[in-house]
Each structure stands twice: as structure tokens, then as C-alpha cells.
């Protein structure tokens, strides 16, 4: 027996996944482990209002004054990783 799970933009979700912020808030996501951080996620309220993956914070705050940046984190992407295979297990 085979799954498969599609969550879009996990990183992010995981990120969000206790910090659950207002609908109307734009937040986007960078990976600080890059030598030179860009958004490497989204979720739709900043895609709406114009941010776009690979623009730098500074770039992505233009477009939307009130965006929210969050970094990644591989312990949040881990527990939610772990949580999703014991959801999916019988």
C-alpha cells in the first residue's frame, strides 16, 4: 500500500502551525541558511498582493507593507513531518 500526501507550501505550514496568524495577514518564508535570503514560500494573501518567490525580504516588503517574514524551521518541519505519517498510518 502506497500514499501520498500534498501539502502546499509545508515549510510554511509548519511554520504557521502554532503561530496561526489572521487571514488577512501576508506572510512569507525564508531559509536564513542561504547565503542570501529570499522568499522561498507564500501564502495567497501575499501572492495576491504581488510578492513572489525569489524576491529578498526588503523586495517583498515593497509590494506589501505588512509583510510578515518567518524563517524556517527544520524542528516545526520535522514534528509536522511526524505528525502527518502517524495521521496516515492505520
Do not use: C, W
Not at 6 to 13: A, M
Not at 35 to 56: D, E, H, R, S, Y
Not at 70 to 86: D, F
Amino acid at each position: 500500500m502506497f500514499a501520498t500526501i500534498h501539502v502546499p507550501n509545508f515549510y510554511l505550514q509548519a511554520v504557521l502551525r502554532h503561530q496561526v496568524p489572521s487571514p488577512a495577514t501576508a506572510v512569507g518564508l525564508i531559509d536564513e541558511k542561504n547565503n542570501k535570503p529570499v522568499i522561498i514560500q507564500l501564502n495567497p494573501v501575499a501572492v495576491t498582493a504581488g510578492v513572489l518567490p525569489g524576491m529578498t525580504p526588503s523586495q517583498g516588503v515593497g509590494p506589501m507593507s505588512q509583510l510578515v517574514i518567518k524563517a524556517r524551521s527544520a524542528a516545526q518541519e520535522e514534528s509536522t513531518q511526524e505528525i502527518l505519517l502517524h495521521s496516515a498510518l492505520p
